[in-house]
């Protein structure tokens, strides 16, 4: 605190509304126009009935449980604490509830992509047009599903990184992220993210210490070395051990992921606004590098060009490198404004400055998450209370209710096998879900893709597995082949879905629905 800044009195320290609060009301706000989108996600089903097995058998499940085509192989449960989470929440509240927690915590990143541009002394203004501009690109992926956890833990690793790599924490406020791996290795997969933030600080800060001899650069490396094992060994605490590891390396191997619309590369030609801001983010990171007039440390270009790599490979990614390169570009911006407006520059830095000395996050932060849970129980939020017309219709899955004897082996599309299992497991078996890891290379490839693109052989997989009924989009390549081959024949059909009969069989023996 300067001395020309007064101190806030300690009524306005407590109760004056900070920035970082503003921010934080932007995704709830976002997500009540807009609530269907929640539970969009293929799996969300899926999870949230594996979290109901994890509470009722205390058991972690390590074969698989929802599918008759891969019964029995092995199942590595990436999100399994985020699962039995998401279910206690459901049990407490609803849906509802579930979606709540997760918009709330979704809410958070945009705080601490701002938060950090402050802390990098980028000014007011850049700082929040480059953390909307990134909200906008995390736009892409806000569900809830258990990726919501990798965003957020990305965001603060890279702060407390940054922060002691700049001089701003000494080593020992590290302490604390090696606890933060533990619980990430069991709430998503994507924790090797964390292995790779921390594992090029590590390298740069080892090379520029072999570059300059510098002392206190080898300091650095040996800190960054350190918490680099330390997170390593918490990682190894979950039910599967090492082969955790194994396990993510082999899934995104995977060639038949290519095939998910978030494992390809970023679609610039379909206009949507998260692919045309993650577009923005990189245009005005290119503007400001090649007008700016200074050189970036070694660390953010070795950090910016691997996950620019990565978001033009993965548009899953495109948050990742939102949340990391938006801050630099709001500091880089800073200097243009100084020289434009001076006096405007002065106040923006006196603004950083009070809201620093405030403490009103400490209040004002548990009250919003209060609110919204205390709405969230009383029903007074649009979320959805089933999900029901959301991949599944109501009335697709009101006909399958009516005709269990028809659907003992079914074939579905595997954007709709998570809601099939949340609808109707344990009684029913799946053909295929978005687990692509479980379901394996060759069945994915040589098999479900077959039928749903309408490959030669196709009757062949079908007459394999016994298919008497299949549940389909409308919209599928397969739901045209299976209209016009003369042995399948409509029995429903809606705006969603439509499902066949086999015109050859009269169904699997008959089973009991759950009600």
């Known amino acids: 605190m300067t001395a020309d800044v007064p101190r806030p009195s300690p009524l306005r320290r407590w109760l004056a509304p900070p920035f970082t609060v503003l921010l934080f009301l932007v995704h709830p706000l976002l997500a009540i126009f807009r609530p269907h989108g929640l539970l969009q996600d293929p799996g969300t089903g899926w999870h949230l009935v594996t979290g109901c097995y994890i509470l009722d058998t205390r058991r972690v499940p390590a074969r698989d449980l929802f599918s008759y085509t891969a019964a029995g192989h092995e199942w590595i449960d990436f999100a399994w604490l985020f699962e039995a989470a998401s279910s206690l929440l459901v049990r407490w509240g609803g849906l509802p509830l579930f979606a709540t927690a997760c918009v709330l915590v979704y809410a958070f990143i945009p705080v601490l992509i701002f938060r950090r541009a402050l802390h990098m002394g980028a000014a007011l203004a850049p700082a929040v047009v480059m953390t909307l501009l990134a909200y906008l690109v995390l736009c892409s992926h806000a569900i809830a599903r258990p990726h919501i956890v ?121 206009g949507a606004a998260p692919v045309l801001s993650f577009e923005a983010l990189v245009l005005a990171l290119v503007l400001v590098l090649g007008l700016g007039g200074r050189k970036l440390a070694w660390v953010e270009v070795a950090l910016l060009g691997f996950f620019l790599h990565e978001a033009l490979h993965s548009a899953r990614h495109m948050n990742l490198f939102a949340i990391l390169a938006a801050p630099i570009i709001a500091r880089e911006v800073t200097p243009w404004l100084e020289r434009l407006r001076p006096a ?10 009070e809201q620093a000395a405030l403490r009103s996050p400490l209040v004002y932060f548990p009250v919003a998450c209060a609110l919204c849970v205390t709405l969230s129980l009383a029903g007074r ?25 028809r659907f003992g082996r079914l074939f579905n599309t595997d954007d709709l096998g998570g809601a099939i299992v949340y609808r109707f497991w344990p009684a029913l078996r799946v053909f295929v879900d978005d687990r692509t890891a479980v379901f394996g290379e060759e069945f994915m490839e040589r098999r479900y893709y077959r039928v749903l693109y ?62």
């Open 150 to 270: 990798t965003y957020v833990f990305f965001a603060l690793l890279l702060e407390r990184l940054d922060d002691f790599q700049n001089g701003r924490l000494p080593g020992r406020a590290l302490w604390w992220l090696p606890l933060l791996a533990l619980a990430w290795a069991n709430l998503h997969g994507g924790f090797l993210v964390g292995f790779a933030l921390c594992g090029v600080f590590a390298a740069v800060a080892a090379l520029r210490s072999v570059a300059s001899r510098d002392a206190e650069e080898r300091r650095r490396a040996l800190v960054f070395v350190a918490l680099l094992v330390a997170m390593g060994l918490a990682t190894l605490v979950n039910p599967y051990g090492l082969r955790l590891h194994t396990a993510i390396h082999e899934y995104l191997s995977l060639a038949s992921n290519r095939y998910f619309i978030e494992f390809q590369s970023p679609n610039f030609l379909e």
């Open 344 to 353: 405007l520059a002065e106040r923006w830095r006196e603004i950083v400055r």
């Open 381 to 405: 939020l649009p979320f959805p209370r089933t999900l029901d017309d959301l991949r599944l219709s109501r009335g697709a899955a009101e006909f399958m209710a009516t005709h269990p004897g």
């Open 454 to 515: 309408g490959r030669r052989g196709w009757r062949k997989v079908l007459d394999r597995y016994g298919v008497t009924a299949a549940v389909v989009d409308v919209g599928a390549l397969c739901t045209a082949l299976l209209r016009a081959s003369p042995g399948w024949a409509v029995a429903y059909e809606d705006g969603m879905n439509v499902i066949f009969f086999r015109a050859d069989t009269t169904g699997s023996p008959p089973f009991a629905f759950p009600r």
